[in-house]
Each structure stands twice: as C-alpha cells, then as structure tokens.
C-alpha cells in the first residue's frame, strides 16, 4: 500500500463547478496535511495545510481532514480555467516529522 | 522576500559523471528539503536538513549525497550518473510545519 493515495485523473468539471479532490493515507498517526498545486512545467505551490479534524476554508479552497478514516480533500468552488493544473496531496508521516511524503497528484481541467 | 533559489536550472551530463545541485533557501528558513520529480514516479523525497544536520533521509543509493551549510544553503550531489537519474530536482525550504515554498528546480538530463 502506498503511503499516500489519490486518483490520477484527470478529473474534468465546467467552469464554475465545485471540483472534488481526494487522498487517502496510510499512517494512521499522520499530523500534517497539505495540498500543493503544480501548473505544467512549474514547481509546485502551497495552496492550504490542515492539521485538525473538520473543514478549514480559504477563498474557494476549503480543505477537509478525518483522521479516523484516514483522508483528506480539497473542494474548490467556482472552478475557474486558471484552476487547471495537477493537485498534489501531501502527509508528514508521524514516524518522520522532518519529512513530507507526496501523492501522485490529481490532474484537474476546468472546462470554459 | 527572496524565494528559494536553485541553481543551475538546466544540466546535461553523461553517464558517469557527477553533478552537484545548489539551494539558497528563504532567508530565516533552516530546513532544507530535496526532492526529485519524474513523470513515473512523481515526487521522491530525498533527503532533509536543519541546522547543517540531516534529519531524514529518502530510499536513495548512496550515490545521492547532501550537504548544508552554516548560512543554510544547500547542495546535492549525484555520483556516477545514471540515465535513470534524469529528473527534476526540486528544493523546498520551510519554516516550522507549515508546508514547504519549492524553489523552480534543476532538470537535470543525462545522456
């Protein structure tokens, strides 16, 4: 089992819809999460970081966490074309502080 | 504020030569992380640095080597290159546990 999971995609939604990502994890004891945007051919960008459980919004971005399922989303609202891009989910494991384990990323394009 | 700057952006070697990555982190950030990205595998940690100390370290040959110095810049180091190490280089710099800022990286062809 791989220690971050989420669906490659890509994911399409029309403009102006909410697109729903996912990742799953694996060690339970996980304390940090985040979800990083990567255009093509760019280095990829800190969108949100989440460490408890429940929601936590920011602009069109809201992030979820339960831990006891052990996943993490990301909803973005009002998908606008400039959203196009690979959504990477990340976790620092508890057994590696010091250390971010990435998902493979979820390829999003927002239809005009 | 400066970002994190990486150094060379393009590299082309060949087979069994030895390439060194450079890294100038945000100012006041002393964690140092290094990754390396491709189409197959994605995002591979490879090792991370505080404070000239590495803290962690990714499933690599030894052939991948880091250092960071006193000022908190970093390098990286690849030995006897393989045309398996073609990639791009990434280096993340960070600030306590609130996620990395990534520098543009080094794509690094071997040939």
């Known amino acids: 089992q791989k220690e971050v999971e989420q669906n490659s995609g890509p994911l399409s939604v029309p403009e102006g819809a909410i697109a729903s990502l996912n990742c799953t994890y694996s060690?339970?004891?996980?304390?940090?999460f985040f979800w990083y945007r990567q255009y093509s051919g760019k280095s990829p960008e800190l969108i949100m970081f989440?460490?408890?459980?429940g929601d936590k919004e920011d602009g069109r971005f809201t992030a979820q966490l339960n831990k006891a399922s052990q996943y993490v989303s990301l909803l973005i609202r009002d998908s606008q074309p400039s959203d196009s891009a690979t959504y990477l989910c990340?976790?620092?494991?508890?057994?590696?502080?010091?250390?971010?384990?990435f998902g493979p990323g979820t390829s999003l394009s927002v239809i005009p | 504020k400066a970002g994190v700057t990486q150094t060379p952006r393009y590299l082309i070697k060949t087979r069994g030569q030895q390439v060194t990555l450079s890294c100038s982190p945000i100012s006041g950030h002393r964690s140092v992380s290094w990754y390396q990205q491709t189409p197959g595998q994605g995002l591979q940690f490879l090792f991370e640095y505080f404070s000239e100390t590495q803290r962690n370290k990714g499933n690599f040959p030894g052939r991948f080597s880091g250092r960071q110095f006193s000022n908190s810049r970093s390098e990286m180091n690849v030995s006897t290159l393989e045309l398996g190490d073609s990639a791009l280089y990434l280096c993340?710099?960070?600030?306590?546990?609130?996620?990395?800022?990534f520098g543009s990286g080094t794509r690094l062809t071997v040939v």
């Open positions: 989440i460490y408890s459980n």
């Open positions: 060690d339970r004891g996980s304390q940090s």
């Open positions: 993340a710099s960070s600030y306590g546990a609130q996620g990395y800022t």
């Open positions: 990340a976790v620092t494991p508890q057994t590696s502080y010091d250390k971010v384990i």
